[in-house]
């Protein structure tokens, strides 16, 4: 049996299958630190796909607040844009391999994003730079 993490430490997390001889379900039972058992069923599609869709909007808003870091107007603009434009096209794919495969180059530009606004930061704030 899979395990899904409710954020409990493993120990309190047991795995057990019920429902009839045919039919196995997999799910969890939850030992609280005062002794009591409670039972949790395993993520849905549904639960999948708000877990998914949590993470786009939290790779969103990061992206957009990394933006803010930029040196200048227009490159604000231009990371600003690019995402919303990005998270426009791409909002209605409904392949999970898809999905996960955006969301990781999401990241990958994310972190892009940082690394060239801090690089950018360091090169716009040296003196005499915009001097020709």
């Given at each position: ?13 047991l795995p057990i ?30 639960a999948a796909r708000?877990a998914t869709r ?79």
């Amino acid at each position: 049996a899979r395990f899904y993490n409710c954020g409990l430490p493993e120990k309190f997390i047991l795995p057990i299958t019920i429902n009839g001889a045919d039919k196995i379900s997999p799910s969890i039972i939850i030992r609280t630190q005062d002794g009591h058992m409670t039972g949790a069923l395993q993520p849905t599609a549904a639960a999948a796909r708000a877990a998914t869709r949590r993470q786009a909007l939290s790779l969103y808003r990061r992206l957009l607040r990394s933006a803010r870091y930029m040196p200048t107007p227009n490159r604000r603009a231009f990371v600003e844009d690019r995402t919303r434009a990005e998270f426009l096209e791409n909002m209605h794919e409904t392949d999970p391999n898809e999905i996960k495969f955006m969301l990781a180059i999401g990241e990958t530009n994310l972190d892009t994003v940082k690394v060239q606004s801090q690089h950018l930061g360091t090169i716009f704030s040296t003196p005499g730079y915009h001097k020709t």
